[in-house]
């Protein structure tokens, strides 16, 4: 069983498109994130959500819009492609141990290649 | 500010070589977590090892080990007698309380490791 998934694996489209990238978890975690991998392969949080609650928003154009319907989801809605948003997206989950100092590991889905034309 | 550097953007070696991949990290906080992980071809991201901040001993898992110093803030990953299977792009990454539940990764930006037969 696949413990972090995300659909569609690729996504091809135009600039000025609205589009959603779907994340799920079967591991009971209580975090998730989301993670922006540039074409030089370099890695940067982009959101973290805990308990459906959103913790992190780095710089982040307000056209990215997470969602979390409930703790094994984390969507992300991005409104107005723009071809700078031409990236691998990745979700990844993690159970955090509250008040304990305890962090236990990310686990990240298998990436959604997004290209905007 | 958190900040990982791997400063091998690329190695290549023979197979059957031992390989070693730098990461020095800086951050603030006392309480903290190491990682790698490793991006093959096919691009999705494996966990490989954590650490937390104290803990120091070093740790071997087949051909792999890690050296963990914390005086000089590093962590490097050793390969020993390189397999193809071992060309990927390896992180290593940082990671450190963001409040609320949520911790955040900061990866360095990966070395490109190349074993050629």
């Known amino acids: 069983d696949t413990a972090v998934s995300q659909t569609p694996k690729y996504l091809v489209t135009q600039m000025g498109n609205d589009k959603s990238i779907k994340c799920e978890q079967n591991?009971?975690?209580?975090?998730m994130y989301w993670y922006k991998q540039d074409s030089k392969k370099f890695l940067k949080i982009m959101f973290s959500y805990n308990n459906k609650e959103l913790i992190i928003n780095e710089t982040v154009p307000n056209r990215f819009s997470p969602k979390s319907p409930d703790k094994a989801h984390l969507n992300l809605h991005i409104n107005s492609l723009e071809l700078g948003d031409s990236a691998v997206y990745f979700c990844?989950?993690?159970?955090?141990?509250?008040?304990?100092?305890?962090?236990?590991?990310?686990?990240f889905g298998p990436g959604t290649r997004l290209t905007v034309l | 500010a958190q900040k990982v550097t791997q400063a091998q953007t690329e190695i290549s070696v023979v197979e059957k070589e031992d390989v070693t991949l730098d990461c020095v990290y800086e951050t603030r906080d006392t309480t903290y977590y190491l990682f790698w992980y490793k991006q093959p071809p096919s691009g999705e991201l494996v966990f490989l090892i954590r650490r937390n901040s104290f803990d120091e001993q070093n740790e071997i898992s087949g051909r792999y080990s890690w050296n963990f110093q914390k005086s000089t803030s590093s962590f490097n990953f050793t390969i020993t007698a390189s397999q193809v299977v071992d060309s990927a792009v390896y992180f290593c990454a940082l990671s450190t309380h963001s409040g609320a539940g949520s911790y955040q990764l900061t990866f360095g930006k990966g070395t490109k490791l190349s074993v050629i037969p």
């Open positions: 990844a989950s993690s159970q955090v141990v509250m008040d304990s100092g305890m962090t236990d590991t990310q686990y």
């Open positions: 591991l009971g975690h209580d975090t």
